[in-house]
C-alpha cells in the first residue's frame, strides 16, 4: 500500500476519528470516574495483567460502535455514487478494499494501543516489583477484535448498503455481547447465559476481580482463529461484486468459527486461570506472599514476627504459626478455607489494603485470634460483626486501654449499632478477670475457627454460653 495514498486517505477521511472516539472515550471512563478500576489488587494500575484486563473490558463499550462505525465507512462509495465509476477501474478490487480498510484499522489499533500504553505507564511508575508479559496477548487480541470488528463492518455495509445498515449492526452487537455476556459465578468468572465456547466468541472480558486471574492460552487462541476470520470474511466482501462471491466470502468467518470452537475451553474454570507465576509463593520465614506481591514482604514480615510472638502468648500452642496470602480464587460471598495454623492475608480487605506498621500487626494479630470465614472488601461486605469481635480481642492482647476498630467504622445505621455492640462487649470483656478474658478469647477463637456463628461480641461479653 502507498504511504502517500494512505496519509491522504487519512487526512481526508473520517477514519481518524474512530480511533480518537476509543481514545478519548476509554481515558474519560477510566480517569473521570471514580471506579471499582481504581481500587485493590485488581485495580487497572496496579499490576500489568489487570491492566489489560481493565482495557479489554471496556470493548463492552467499543465493540458494537467499531462495527457500527465501520459500516458507516463502508457506505462511502454508495453515499457518494462512485460505486459504479470504481467498478471500472482496472485497478484489482482487493486492493482498493484494503485502503480504507487498513486505514480504520489501523487508527483503532492505534487509539487502543495508546490506552494500554496510559495504563502501562502509570502500572511502571507505581513498580511493584513484578514484571510479567502475559498481559501482551490479552491486550494484542483486543485489538485485533476492534479491528475485525470494523472491517466486517466496511464489508457487511458495502454488501447492504443501506443507511440503515450501521444502526442495526451496533444493535445486533449490543444484542450479541447482552447474550454472550459473562455473568461470572466469582470463583473463577465465567459463568455464563450461553455455552462457555459460544460465550469466548465475545472479545469482552469480565471486570478483574483477582490480581492472579487471566486468560488462558486456549482462550487467546480461539478468539485469535474466530476475529482473524471474520475480519477475512469482512475484507472478502469489500471485494465481491457478484452474489456468488459474497456467499463465498463467508467462509473465512464459518471456518474460523468451527476451529476456534475446537480450541476454546468448554468449562468456566477453564477460561480464567491462576497465573502460576504470579501465583508462586515467595516466603521469608514463616510469612509468604505471593511473586505479584512480593513487594509487600518485607513490611509484611516484621509485623508478622511480632503477631504470631503476641498470639502464642495469648493462645499457647494453639496459636497459628505462620502467614500466608490468601491466593485460592472463590467465588464472591463465599466461605474461604481457614485453619487454625495459618493467619490469611488478603490485600484487598479493608484492614490489610493500606496498612503498616502497628496498624499492620494489628490486623495481624486480629486475623489470628478470630479468623474470618468471610472477607470484607470492597466487592464483598463480609460482616461487620466479625470485624467488632476482631477489635475487641485485638485491642486486648496489645495492651491498649481503650477499644481501637481495627477498620474505619461504616456510616450505616447497620454498622453504627455493630460498634455499639462492640463499645459495650468491650466494657464487659474490660471488667472480667484475667483468667475469664483468657478464656472469653480462646472460646471465641474456637467459635471463629467453626465459622458457625455470629454471635462472637456475646462470647467476649460473657453472654453467651460456650
Known amino acids: 500500500m502507498n504511504v502517500r495514498v494512505l496519509r491522504t486517505e487519512l487526512r481526508r477521511s473520517a477514519a481518524p476519528w474512530a480511533g480518537l472516539l476509543v481514545l478519548g472515550g476509554s481515558l474519560a471512563v477510566l480517569f473521570l470516574i471514580d471506579g471499582i478500576w481504581w481500587h485493590g489488587t485488581a485495580g487497572w494500575t496496579a499490576q500489568w495483567t489487570p491492566m489489560a484486563m481493565w482495557t479489554r473490558w471496556l470493548l463492552g463499550f467499543w465493540w458494537p460502535l467499531t462495527v457500527g462505525v465501520g459500516a458507516l465507512y463502508g457506505l462511502r462509495d454508495a453515499r457518494s455514487g462512485t460505486a459504479e465509476l470504481f467498478g471500472t477501474v482496472p485497478k484489482p478490487a482487493w486492493r482498493r478494499a484494503a485502503l480504507p480498510a487498513g486505514a480504520m484499522a489501523g487508527v483503532l489499533v492505534a487509539g487502543f494501543g495508546a490506552v494500554v500504553t496510559a495504563g502501562a505507564v502509570q502500572v511502571a511508575l507505581g513498580d511493584s516489583g513484578y514484571r510479567t508479559l502475559g498481559w501482551v496477548p490479552i491486550s494484542l487480541v483486543a485489538a485485533l477484535a476492534l479491528a475485525a470488528g470494523a472491517v466486517f463492518g466496511m464489508g457487511v455495509a458495502k454488501t447492504v448498503p443501506s443507511v440503515l445498515t450501521p ?16 455473568t461470572g459465578d466469582g470463583a473463577v468468572p465465567g459463568a455464563t447465559v450461553a455455552p462457555n465456547r459460544l460465550a469466548l466468541f465475545s472479545p469482552v472480558t469480565v471486570d478483574p476481580r483477582e490480581a492472579l486471574l487471566t486468560l488462558s492460552g486456549s482462550v487467546h487462541l480461539g478468539q485469535t482463529l474466530w476475529l482473524l476470520g471474520l475480519a477475512a470474511t469482512g475484507l472478502a466482501l469489500l471485494v465481491a461484486a457478484t452474489r456468488r462471491n459474497r456467499l463465498l466470502a463467508l467462509t473465512p468467518v464459518l471456518v474460523g468459527a468451527a476451529l476456534a470452537l475446537a480450541v476454546l475451553p468448554g468449562d468456566a474454570r477453564h477460561t480464567y486461570v491462576v497465573d502460576a507465576a504470579a501465583a508462586r509463593p515467595v516466603c521469608d520465614g514463616p510469612v509468604c506472599v505471593t511473586t505479584a506481591d512480593r513487594h509487600r514482604l518485607p513490611e509484611l514480615s516484621e509485623s508478622g514476627a511480632e503477631a504470631l510472638r503476641i498470639l502464642h502468648d495469648v493462645l499457647g500452642d494453639g496459636a497459628p504459626r505462620a502467614i500466608r496470602e490468601d491466593a485460592e480464587p472463590r467465588a464472591l460471598g463465599d466461605p474461604r478455607r481457614i485453619d487454625a495454623g495459618t493467619i490469611l492475608v488478603d490485600f484487598d480487605e479493608r484492614e490489610f489494603g493500606h496498612a503498616s506498621g502497628r496498624d499492620l500487626t494489628r490486623a495481624l494479630v486480629a486475623q489470628g485470634l478470630v479468623p474470618t470465614c468471610y472477607a470484607r472488601t470492597d466487592r464483598e461486605g463480609g460482616l461487620v460483626s466479625d470485624a467488632a469481635a476482631q477489635s475487641v480481642a485485638a ?11 481495627v477498620e474505619t467504622p461504616g456510616d450505616s445505621s447497620y454498622d453504627q449499632q455493630a460498634w455499639e455492640n462492640a463499645r459495650a462487649a468491650w466494657t464487659a470483656f474490660a471488667a472480667a478477670p484475667p483468667a475469664e478474658q483468657r478464656a472469653r478469647i480462646a472460646a471465641l477463637h474456637d467459635d471463629a475457627l467453626s465459622c458457625s456463628t455470629n454471635r462472637r461480641l456475646n462470647v467476649l461479653a460473657g453472654s453467651e454460653a460456650r
Open 167 to 182: 444502526p442495526a449492526l451496533v444493535v445486533l452487537s449490543l444484542v450479541t455481547l447482552g447474550t454472550l455476556r459473562f
Open 395 to 405: 485491642s486486648w492482647a496489645l495492651g491498649e486501654s481503650a477499644l481501637v476498630p
